[in-house]
T-cell receptor
Framework: NAGVTQTPKFRVLKTGQSMTLLCAQD?????MYWYRQDPGMGLRLIHY???????AKGEVPDGYNVSRLKKQNFLLGLESAAPSQTSVYFC????????????FGPGTRLTVT | AQSVAQPEDQVNVAEGNPLTVKCTYS??????LFWYVQYPNRGLQFLLK??????LVKGSYGFEAEFNKSQTSFHLKKPSALVSDSALYFCAVRDIKGYSTLTFGKGTMLLVSP
């Protein structure tokens, strides 16, 4: 039982490049989330999904897209990376909605130069 | 809107002493409240939650938190701190009136000295 896994762990991009971050969970959770963590800002929700085939915007969705084609996977895409997207990205999942605890992945450290 | 505030960026405590990490919240309905802990270079781990019932909630690693509706607070406490408790602690809230996701505070760094 791996829980929540994220790939890659580290990545360096040049401005304007694109990339996809992959999140996978093996707990059969309905809800999945993408957050970014910046110093002094806490965790901010980018996008989330309440089930396979669904996505919704969070607090800071601009510049990101997501897809949830399979229940166990949640992909975060950056179409044209900007230095402001330098951050640590965390994926999380929960059994259902916000009264269930979230399980977090180990994070992806992204640097955009 | 739902929001949460952690007024202290850092809390310092000596090992063996009691610790408190403060959290206040703002919701229009009733809150669901959570505490998470983050160790260096790791994801967040769930500590405890308040959904309903007893105002004193006990969680992992000897931590507990008290829900105070009149003061809109949910402070995290532990009777005797350990050096290994040193980490970043996040409070989070969900307003059951219209929200399905959590809003996290900015985090409080807890440093326990030997």
């Amino acid at each position: 039982n791996a829980g929540v896994t994220q790939t890659p762990k580290f990545r360096v991009l040049k401005t304007g490049q694109s990339m996809t971050l992959l999140c996978a969970q093996d707990m059969n959770h309905e809800y999945m989330y993408w957050y970014r963590q910046d110093p002094g800002m806490g965790l901010r929700l980018i996008h989330y999904s309440v089930g396979e085939g669904t996505t919704a915007k969070g607090e800071v969705p601009d510049g990101y897209n997501v897809s949830r084609l399979k229940k166990q996977n949640f992909l975060l895409g950056l179409e044209s990376a900007a230095p402001s997207q330098t951050s640590v990205y965390f994926c999380a999942s929960s059994y259902r909605d916000g009264n269930y605890e979230q399980y977090f992945g180990p994070g992806t450290r992204l640097t955009v130069t | 809107a739902q929001s949460v505030a952690q007024p202290e960026d850092q809390v310092n405590v000596a090992e063996g002493n009691p610790l408190t990490v403060k959290c206040t919240y703002s919701v229009s309905g009733n809150p669901y409240l959570f505490w998470y802990v983050q160790y260096p270079n790791r994801g967040l781990q769930f500590l405890l939650k308040y959904i309903t019932g007893d105002n004193l909630v006990k969680g992992s690693y000897g931590f507990e938190a008290e829900f105070n509706k009149s003061q809109t607070s949910f402070h995290l406490k532990k009777p005797s701190a350990l050096v290994s408790d040193s980490a970043l602690y996040f409070c989070a809230v969900r307003d059951i009136k219209g929200y399905s996701t959590l809003t996290f505070g900015k985090g409080t760094m807890l440093l326990v000295s030997p």
